[in-house]
Nanobody, 123 residues
Framework: QVQLVESGGGLVQAGGSLRLSCAASGRTFRWYAMGWFRQAPGKEREFVAAIDWSGGSAYYADSVKGRFTISRDNAKNTVYLQMNSLKPEDTAVYYC????????????????WGQGTQVTVSS
């Protein structure tokens, strides 16, 4: 079992930056691949980024590639999402997710989810 708690969301102007954090409970955090997803009002939850258990491999949605960076600190049981050059279309609730095994890019493959944190980007 893994419990996830996101933080770091907020209101930012277009072009600004935010760093989201996701703190995980449990001693087996390093066994899990981690992902970030987001859901805007009226839209499906979509993949943003994912990272493997070691932090050696990361994957991004085309819409955030070059602007967002996912990373993890297994000693702190925490995964991060650094978001730069934010755009109004990045506005959404951002969710952290975990799955045992290899990294994956669809929400159906993740077993554990946080409660989400709101990111709002004003134009």
């Amino acid at each position: 079992q893994v419990q996830l708690v996101e933080s770091g969301g907020g209101l930012v102007q277009a072009g600004g930056s935010l760093r989201l954090s996701c703190a995980a409970s449990g001693r087996t955090f390093r066994w899990y691949a981690m992902g970030w997803f987001r859901q805007a009002p009226g839209k499906e939850r979509e993949f943003v980024a994912a990272i493997d258990w070691s932090g050696g491999s990361a994957y991004y949605a085309d819409s955030v590639k070059g602007r967002f960076t996912i990373s993890r600190d297994n000693a702190k049981n925490t995964v991060y999402l650094q978001m730069n050059s934010l755009k109004p279309e990045d506005t959404a609730v951002y969710y952290c997710a975990a799955r045992s095994g290899s990294v994956a890019g669809t929400r159906y493959e993740y077993n554990y989810w946080g409660q989400g944190t709101q990111v709002t980007v004003s134009s």
